[in-house]
């Protein structure tokens, strides 16, 4: 029986310092691309935010100020060269990157990644939608997380595509924390969920917890999402200490057993590569997780009509 290999790189990257421009940071991925596919992958996987600092982690005020940090268009005259190289090596590719994005005379701000397929192709778009922190400044806190200020909420859902041989959706960053992120691609028959994030050690709510936790929680929501969806899972990390806040590593590749294959060492530029078989899924889909004949949604409702059960309040 056929089995559907695909090599994948997960390309962690380390700080961006907020002065540096697009370039330095294309150069490191572009680098990142070439070595990625000297391991013969089909595809690279870059994190969240991969051409800048994270800058929701500090307070800004002024538009012209923010809108720096976004791409009017995708590509641009800056990240062309990451498609040119792409397109050479025959890679396909998933960066994470800020959206300006004009709807009529509205202008809208994302969190977004995009999906390029071998042939240059883009694939699908997706947009944030689980925003966390505040919109407002924190004064008390060491530094912030400002995205409900900064980006508006994903309009794009969780879709799930054809491509590299299998079905693959994208989430990002704090959507990797909720369930629903990686159900919904599930009921979709996803069988690749790719992902980047700025993780803190310190979180951002700024509650003193161990620092093994972060990393725990990280690993946890990512193994747990591929598991109850019969996924693999790609989790790239932007990781070391950007503008005085400390990111975790982590990144990994992880099967839809949910099992850890291949994982970082550092906290800085690193390939992580890995041969995923696509079927691997398939046992899970057709036997524990066979959402048609073991899902009863008929009764899920009951609970939430009957108490109005709406999670945790302020
Ligand atoms: N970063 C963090 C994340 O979800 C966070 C924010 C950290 C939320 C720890 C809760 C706990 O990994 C982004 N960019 O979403």
């Known amino acids: ?35 990625a596919a000297a391991r013969r992958a089909r595809l690279v996987v870059f994190p969240e935010g991969a051409l800048t600092a994270f800058f929701p982690h500090w307070f800004m005020d002024e538009p012209a100020e923010i809108d720096a940090y976004f791409e009017k268009d ?20 998933c960066l994470g990157y800020f959206e300006l994005a004009r709807e009529g005379d509205v202008v809208r701000h994302y969190n977004t990644s995009i999906l390029v ?44 595509w054809r491509a590299f ?17 990686y159900r919904v691609m599930g009921l ?17 709510n700024g509650l003193d917890e161990p620092p093994h936790l972060p990393m725990f929680h990280n690993l946890l929501s990512m193994q747990a999402g591929a598991y109850q969806n019969a996924t693999w899972v790609v989790g790239v ?11 975790i590593g982590g990144t990994c590749i992880i099967s839809p057993l949910g099992e850890i294959v291949a994982q970082a060492a550092t906290e800085g530029d690193e390939l992580v590569c890995a041969t995923l078989d696509l079927d691997l899924g398939l046992g899970q ?30």
């Open 188 to 204: 979709q028959d996803v069988e690749l969920v790719l992902l980047g994030y700025n993780t803190p050690y310190v979180s951002v």
């Open 237 to 247: 990390a932007k990781a070391g200490i950007e503008e005085g806040v400390h990111q």
């Open 74 to 93: 995708m590509p641009n005259p800056d990240v062309q060269p990451l498609f040119n190289e792409a397109r050479r090596l025959e890679i396909g590719f």
């Open 285 to 314: 889909k057709r036997g524990s997780f066979r959402f048609d004949a073991h899902r009863r949604t008929e009764h899920y409702g009951l609970i939430v009509e009957r108490t109005g059960a709406k999670g945790p309040k302020d």
């Open 1 to 35: 029986m056929s089995t559907r290999l695909l090599t994948v790189a997960a390309a962690q990257l380390g700080p961006i310092p907020r002065d540096e421009g697009r370039g330095a940071a294309l150069d490191r991925l572009i680098a990142l691309m070439r070595a």
């Open 117 to 160: 397929d071998e042939r240059g192709g883009v694939v699908g778009q997706y947009r944030k939608i689980h925003l966390p922190g505040h919109a407002e400044h924190q004064p008390r806190q060491n530094f912030q997380n400002l995205e409900k200020r900064y980006f508006d909420v994903g309009d794009l859902g969780w879709p799930v």
């Open 165 to 181: 041989g299998g079905n693959v959706g994208m989430m990002i960053c704090n959507d990797r924390r909720w369930p629903e992120a």
